[in-house]
């Protein structure tokens, strides 16, 4: 057993390692089977590995939290593994995509085994910046920017989450994730930890400001790793809060819970309308994923409102993770097939499209009744009266976003060429097997996670999803029937706000150096009067400003003894 839980980290390290020798070619028939064993350990039951060798004295396991996250990671890792072996096949820079791809996957599957401080920020560390090989695969300039602003995010992320863990840290050591939660009221400043711990996964969850690198990750990332980046990574974030936050310990936030369910509500309503109005299906994808998202963290949101309703709420987030996870990892190797025009593809991509919205008997109409569930359970009138409401409008506005996606991905509409025969098979079966997963993976975790979440499909309830989804779909039929192409005012840039920032820190950079150049260079009154200078030469010499400027030795220097006086304040 033990040897299980070391080989579902150290296989797709070993297979990435050796792809740089000889054996490449065996390697990258095993590539497909790296993910396999995290399937197999999280069917069994619940095992832990304690390693105090390593690190701060590992551990390792699988217990309640994290056994779906596992599963659905070692489904989605296989599956996407095996779709690229066709339709990356032809790709340029295959051997980086693998290597990228392989330690992402163990970064991966690490931090959801960790069961520790320490292993779990460097297994997610790893995951994260390994995640920017994949994202810039093909070299163009729209993937460099997309991984520019993706590493940009995910520091400030990692900040933020250092800044938390060495509160905890400091005071307890290598803390237990099991019982981390018990020990926020033994904390000098709870709240502020909490907070530090939910902005950083924030930015994992891609919620709203911190959203942009989603939007642009997606669209830039190839099909098989954008499957991977919004059926598994992203929800590393969710798996940080259930691990960092005081969920279920009866230790009341209402400012954190609040803010929580805030954010939650924009991301949910923000991602949705913004993705409506995008012009390509992968960037779709994108912003459906940030509007799904925003309803998960209504619902931690609430499990920090509400710590006596957790335990359905977390029944909740299982499952809903779970049916998530499967139809956007379809819909993406959904675009790939519909790209190159394959067979039937067009018909099958209605099945996950449709689970996401939530039609009837689809694991997005149980998800959707798990929410109802919650939302009846919580003693709030506000909660009461206005949960309903945003739920079905959130039902709605997934619909159109879906109808649009259908209306640019849909294979008439293909810009790309056709697979090679043999290819096109590598790429369908792992397709069709994720599909088929979706329809029946969540509803058997559902009769052992939450049996009244099943309760939902009644008559009445089944009438209400059916119909509510028809009309928003003829809606959304009818709209881009007669109205065709957008209009110019009503077209957003995929990025959204990071478009209007960057210009605006743009014009402040050109006002500096043409207008203001002497603040810059003090010793010389102005600029030379014959011309404006070329930027490249007015950057070199800001460079060479600051290079011999004292302030920067002095940064250096304050940041240094900061290290230290942190040092000797943890012992």
């Known amino acids: 057993m033990d040897a299980l839980l070391w080989l579902t980290i150290v296989f797709p390290l070993g297979v990435a390692l050796l792809l740089g020798t000889k054996a490449r070619r065996y390697m990258l028939l095993l590539i497909p089977a790296s993910a396999l064993v995290a399937i197999g350990v999280a069917l069994l039951p619940y095992q832990q590995l304690s390693m105090p060798w390593l690190l701060l004295g590992s551990r390792i396991g699988t217990?309640?939290?994290?056994?779906?996250?596992?599963?659905?990671?070692?489904?989605?890792?296989?599956?996407?593994?095996?779709?690229?072996?066709?339709?990356?096949?032809?790709?340029?820079?295959?051997?980086?995509?693998?290597?990228?791809?392989?330690?992402?996957?163990?970064?991966?599957?690490?931090?959801?085994?960790?069961?520790?401080?320490?292993?779990?920020?460097?297994?997610?560390?790893?995951m994260t910046f390994c995640a920017?090989?994949?994202?810039?695969?093909?070299?163009?300039d729209s993937s460099l920017r997309a991984g520019k602003v993706y590493l940009v995010l995910a520091i400030m992320g990692e900040a933020l989450l250092l800044a938390g863990m060495f509160t905890i840290g400091r005071q307890f050591g290598n803390v237990d994730l099991q019982q981390l939660p018990l020990v926020y009221d033994q904390l000098a400043n709870p709240t502020v930890t909490a907070g530090l711990l939910m902005a950083g996964f924030a930015v994992k969850m891609g919620a709203v400001p911190v959203h942009v690198w989603l939007a642009l990750a997606h669209p830039s990332a190839p099909v098989p790793a954008s499957a991977v980046l919004s059926g598994v990574i992203i929800k590393t974030g969710l798996l940080g809060w259930l691990r960092f936050l005081p969920l279920g310990t009866f230790l009341v936030m209402d400012g954190l819970g609040v803010a929580m369910v805030i954010m939650g509500v924009v991301s949910a309503i923000f991602g949705a309308v913004v993705g409506m109005v995008q012009r390509k299906p992968k960037t779709v994808l994108a912003y459906s994923s940030i509007s799904q998202m925003g309803l998960v963290t209504c619902l931690v949101g609430l499990g920090l409102l509400f710590p006596h309703s957790w335990e359905i709420i977390f029944a909740v987030l299982l499952i809903f993770i779970l049916h998530h996870g499967l139809a956007k990892s379809a819909l993406f190797l959904g675009v790939g097939m519909t790209s190159h025009h394959a067979r039937y593809s067009g018909p099958l991509l209605l099945?996950?499209?449709?689970?996401?919205?939530?039609?009837?008997?689809t694991s997005g109409f149980l998800a959707k009744g798990g929410f109802k569930e919650v939302v009846s359970a919580l003693p709030h009138e506000a909660i009461s009266l206005y949960g309903p409401v945003l739920l079905s409008l959130s039902t709605v506005l997934t619909t159109l976003l879906l109808a649009r996606f259908v209306f640019l991905a849909w294979p008439e509409r293909a810009r790309t060429g056709t697979f090679q025969a043999s290819l096109l098979r590598w790429c369908t079966l792992p397709w069709l097997l994720n599909i088929?997963?979706?329809?029946?993976?969540?509803?058997?975790?559902?009769?052992?996670?939450s049996r009244p979440v099943l309760s939902q499909f009644s008559l009445g309830s089944l009438l209400e999803g059916a119909l509510t989804i028809l009309a928003a779909a003829a809606f959304?039929?009818?709209?881009?029937?007669?109205?065709?192409?957008?209009?110019?005012?009503?077209?957003?840039?995929?990025?959204?706000?990071?478009?209007?920032?960057?210009?605006?820190?743009?014009?402040?950079?050109?006002?500096?150096?043409?207008?203001?150049?002497?603040?810059?260079?003090?010793?010389?009154?102005?600029?030379?009067?014959?011309?404006?200078?070329?930027l490249e030469k007015l950057l070199i010499r800001l460079e060479a400003y600051l290079c011999r400027t004292p302030l920067v030795g002095i940064a250096v220097l304050l940041l240094l003894l900061g290290l230290v006086a942190l040092f000797v304040a943890g012992n």
Request: positive net charge.
């Open 351 to 361: 099945i996950p499209a449709l689970a996401l919205a939530g039609f009837p008997f």
């Open 132 to 140: 920017y090989g994949m994202i810039i695969q093909d070299g163009r």
């Open 63 to 126: 217990d309640a939290v994290n056994v779906v996250f596992l599963l659905l990671a070692g489904v989605l890792w296989s599956i996407s593994a095996l779709f690229a072996r066709g339709y990356m096949a032809d790709k340029v820079n295959l051997k980086r995509f693998y290597l990228f791809f392989l330690l992402s996957m163990a970064g991966n599957l690490g931090a959801i085994l960790a069961l520790d401080l320490v292993s779990f920020y460097t297994f997610f560390a790893m």
């Open 436 to 449: 088929w997963l979706l329809l029946l993976l969540p509803f058997f975790a559902a009769h052992f996670v």
């Open 476 to 534: 959304a039929w009818l709209l881009w029937r007669f109205v065709g192409t957008l209009p110019r005012w009503a077209r957003i840039r995929e990025g959204d706000l990071l478009n209007p920032v960057t210009g605006w820190l743009n014009r402040l950079l050109f006002w500096l150096i043409l207008e203001r150049s002497q603040w810059l260079f003090p010793k010389e009154k102005s600029l030379p009067q014959s011309g404006p200078m070329p």
